[in-house]
Structure formats: structure tokens, C-alpha cells
């Protein structure tokens, strides 16, 4: 019991610390539900730098977000193969406790999620012209956003077995053995969905 509290302290003080030294660190299961399909996988975060883990099938398992570079690096990894591609703001997970562009924050409710005492705000966020407004499930103990969902639906992503830890440099990095997949860039475009193959 006293080292189920201790380990709890512990993970406190080790958030509380990266927040003051402005930088997050962390590991986590994350789901996206996006117009009702869902997607799972890990996340490993170290402030301008993400790797994601894919669980769904197919070619990509494992996304490299370098932000630090402008690049994005998806693995291959069955054929040990890598493709690069250009960084974009969209790809940004919203991880801190305010949101880009917020302009007004109402608090709703609270409620635990994953043991966490969690407050529930409405969050208006205002990108250019366009204004969208999001629910936020925002835990009062180690300051994160557990969950985070449109006001219509349409998209929900949520962290479970979040853990604040200090992560090794090689979860950002390309592997040695991996070669650039250039043939993609030489493919023939494929045909519309909407188009019949001749």
C-alpha cells in the first residue's frame, strides 16, 4: 500500500518537475475514434519529437515525427525500408493543457478517468476564420489532457497508461539497417477510387 502512494508521489513530482523545466516526456496508449473508426497505438513523446506505433494493419507500423527536423519518417519495418516525408502543424498531438488558437475555456464537470481526477471544460479554439470548438478532460494531477473530443464527434483521441519518464534517444531515430524507399517517388499515380481500371 505505502509503495502503491510512493510510486503515485513519485510520478507526481516527475510531471510536475517536467512541466516546470518545460518539458514533457512521456509514454502512452493512445486511441483515435475519427467519424466512428477507430485506431490504436503507443505513443512515446519527448517535446518536438514523437514516435507513434501503429497496432492498425498495414505497410506503416511505426511514424517518427521529428518537428526539430520538419520531417516525418514512416517505417517500414517488415522490409526495412523508410519513407520521409515533410512535417505539417496538423500532425501536432495536443498534449499540453492549453490548446493552440484557445480563445475561451468553460469548466463543465469533473470525473476520474484511468484514476485520474480529471476536470471537463468546453474549449473554443479559433484557427484563422475557421472556430471549432472541443470538449477537454483535463487531469488536475499530473496536468494532461486524457482525453480530447470535437463538440460534434467527429473526432475523439484518448491516453491511457500515460507515464512520465525520460525516454531513450534511439525511439527517435531512423534505424541503421533501414534504406530510403525511393521507388515510391518513380510509381505511376494510382487511379481515382471513383475511376474503373481500363
Known amino acids: 500500500m505505502w509503495m502503491g502512494r510512493w510510486v503515485t508521489v513519485l510520478a507526481v513530482l ?6 516546470e523545466a518545460g ?4 509514454t502512452a496508449d493512445q486511441i483515435t475514434k475519427i467519424n466512428g ?12 519529437m514523437w514516435r507513434i506505433e501503429h497496432h492498425t494493419m498495414g505497410p506503416v507500423n511505426i511514424s517518427i515525427v521529428r518537428k526539430d527536423k520538419k520531417v516525418v519518417w514512416l517505417l517500414l519495418s517488415r522490409m526495412k525500408h523508410f519513407k520521409t516525408v515533410p512535417y505539417q502543424a496538423e500532425q ?31 474549449v473554443t479554439v479559433k484557427d484563422g ?10 487531469a488536475t494531477d499530473i496536468h494532461f489532457p486524457m482525453k480530447l473530443a470535437k463538440k460534434d ?11 512520465f519518464r525520460p525516454l531513450i534517444d534511439y525511439l527517435f531515430q531512423l534505424p541503421l539497417n533501414f ?3 525511393e521507388e515510391f517517388d518513380h510509381q505511376p499515380a494510382a487511379a481515382e477510387p471513383n475511376q474503373q481500371p481500363m
Open 37 to 48: 473508426r477507430t485506431q490504436k497505438s503507443n505513443i512515446f513523446y519527448r517535446d518536438n
Open 179 to 181: 534504406e530510403p524507399l
Open 92 to 122: 501536432d498531438l495536443k498534449v499540453t493543457e492549453r490548446l493552440e488558437g484557445e480563445v475561451s475555456r468553460e469548466e463543465i464537470g469533473t470525473e476520474t478517468r484511468e484514476g485520474h481526477p480529471t476536470t471537463l471544460y468546453e
Open 153 to 163: 464527434g467527429s473526432w475523439i483521441v484518448e491516453y491511457q497508461h500515460v507515464k
Open 23 to 26: 518539458a514533457l516526456e512521456f
Open 14 to 19: 516527475w510531471s510536475l518537475a517536467a512541466v
Open 129 to 138: 476564420e475557421r472556430t471549432e470548438v472541443y470538449y477537454q478532460w483535463l
